[in-house]
């Protein structure tokens, strides 16, 4: 048999039919379901008169919309209605669902590792571009589309094209305060906001059996501002280590069954990837953003870059409109960049192991005057889990607002967002023109970056301030 990759051992295990040419028709074992797109697939069942096939396999849970000051209200109306929409459809259709004022709740992408939905070997869809975080377990997962969402809720399966491959080899070890929001932004900084499109992405070698779940996690939800729909990691046993004793993971003797057969899914030492890359992390700064789009990122270091050195047309206009929106100059020191507000969260660096970084910067500071400081944990059990440590005190006396779980000000869904013209020093993983409110400025760094940037009022270097 000839050697295949993680991706192609996914893949085939779940053809259900082979259309050639690429295409063929996916089993779909897993589905996470969220209040924003999944409406209309809902509206779809009901339309056609079908019931889910298999209402176990789905988890539903509210996150974009939902309030982190209190449970109590949402004062958004849309987003009010988005929530009660989900929980009515989830009681309709008996799909499991998990309510604002349970212990589950939480991100989608959070909520499904923590409660071991989230499994190797499977293939796990979400209408959710940021689906690509599960691939750090060794799942074949991927964001799909509000009318897909209600193909898998009906018939558990969906058409799709296979992707090409592609294998990042990351070697040398992190600086200390250099975290995997610093290698996504590096890496993303140099192949670009498109450089993965069309490829499943597999992140190997050392630097990446040496990471946590949680830095995993971290590199491959951001595959998709690369522009790949798929980011994956062999699991091994700081994968299984993670994932034993959650609560939907195999028990007993199913457990061994499953360990042994997740260890045969690593790919093959004389595989062939359509592409590869490899990247160094020994020299990788902390990271910011400066523009509109994830790539326009530089080291800490750096000064704002001049558009008039772009190597294309296309980006120098890019950068001159993000430039224009962001109210930057070409050359100004990165670090002298003021900020008015700080967002600590996200799918991407809302995990223990975040909020842990951004109160080691914390502990014992005070935010600067004048700078709102926001910490959102990814999950309910996130936020209790770091108040047991204490955590939430350490932010709180440095003058930090310690929210409950939800996406919060990654995206202005709900009532967290910017006011036009502020500026945020965001762990989330967007910065797009509006991305946190009409008007907001968003430079996307990580948890440790982003605390330390609250604390002296201006973008800085972590270790700097460390030092
Ligand atoms: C609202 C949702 C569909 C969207 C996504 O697809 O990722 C959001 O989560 C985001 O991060 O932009
Ligand atoms: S935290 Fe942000 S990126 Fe993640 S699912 Fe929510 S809106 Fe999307």
């Known amino acids: 048999m000839t050697a295949r990759t993680l991706y192609d051992k996914l893949w085939d295990a779940h053809v259900v039919a082979d259309f050639g ?40 849970v509210a996150d974009h919309a939902v309030p982190t000051r ?27 669902y998990l309510p604002l004022d349970s212990p589950g709740q939480g991100v989608v992408h959070v909520v499904g590792p923590e409660s071991g939905l989230t499994l190797p070997g499977i293939t796990l869809v979400c ?44 070697t040398g070890e992190l600086s200390p305060w250099v975290s995997a929001k610093d290698v996504a932004l590096a890496l993303i900084a140099q192949i670009g906001a498109l450089g993965a499109a069309g490829h499943a992405v597999e992140y190997t070698g050392p630097s990446v059996t040496a990471m946590s779940m949680a ?28 994932l034993r004793d959650r609560k939907l993971a195999p028990r007993g003797t199913m457990w061994g069954r499953a360990v042994d057969h997740w260890r045969t899914l690593a790919t093959d030492a004389d595989a062939v990837f359509d592409r590869e890359v490899t990247f160094d992390l020994g020299d990788i700064a902390p990271h910011v953003t400066w523009g509109t789009t ?74 600067a005057p004048g700078v709102t400081a926001i910490v959102v944990p990814g999950s309910t059990a996130t936020r209790a889990a770091a108040e047991v440590e204490g955590l939430d005190r350490v932010f709180t006396d440095a003058g930090f607002e310690w929210r409950h779980a939800g996406c919060s000000m990654c995206v202005a869904m709900n009532d967290d967002r910017l006011s036009p013209g502020e500026r945020c020093a965001s762990t989330s993983n967007r910065n797009f023109e509006g991305r946190q409110g009409a008007g907001g400025r968003t430079h996307l760094m990580s948890p440790a970056m982003a605390a330390a940037a609250g604390i002296a009022g201006h973008l800085i270097d972590v270790r700097r301030l460390m030092a």
């Not at 949402?74 to 459809?89: F, H, K, M, S, T």
């Not at 690369?226 to 280590?241: K, M, N, Q, V």
């Open 21 to 60: 040419e690429g295409e063929a028709l996916l089993y779909i074992d897993r589905q996470l379901v969220h209040e924003v797109s999944s409406p209309q697939a809902f509206r779809a069942l009901r339309e056609n008169g079908r019931a889910l096939r298999r209402p176990a396999t789905h988890l539903a």
């Open 70 to 96: 209190s449970r109590d209200t949402i004062i958004d109306p849309l987003a009010r209605a988005q929530v009660a929409e989900l929980a009515g459809n989830a009681a309709q259709f008996g799909m499991p």
């Open 127 to 170: 209408g959710d571009s940021h689906t690509t975080t599960h691939g750090a377990f060794g799942a074949l997962a991927f964001g799909i589309g509000a009318s897909e969402c209600g193909t898998v809720m009906a018939a558990q399966c969906l058409r799709q094209m296979r992707a090409k491959t592609m294998r990042v080899t990351l």
């Open 215 to 242: 830095a995993r996690m971290t590199l491959c939800n951001m595959t998709i501002e690369a522009g790949g729909r798929i980011g994956l990691i062999a699991p091994d046993d700081t994968t299984f280590a993670f």
């Open 294 to 367: 994830p790539d326009e990122a530089a080291p800490i270091t750096a000064n704002v870059p001049d558009p008039a050195k772009a190597n294309t047309a296309s980006a120098r206009r890019h950068a001159e409109k993000a430039l224009a929106y962001m109210a930057l100059a070409p050359g100004t020191s990165i670090e002298a960049i003021a900020i008015d507000r700080v967002f600590i969260g996200s799918c991407t660096n809302g995990r223990i192991e975040d909020l842990r970084a951004a109160a080691a910067i914390a502990r014992g500071r005070r935010v």
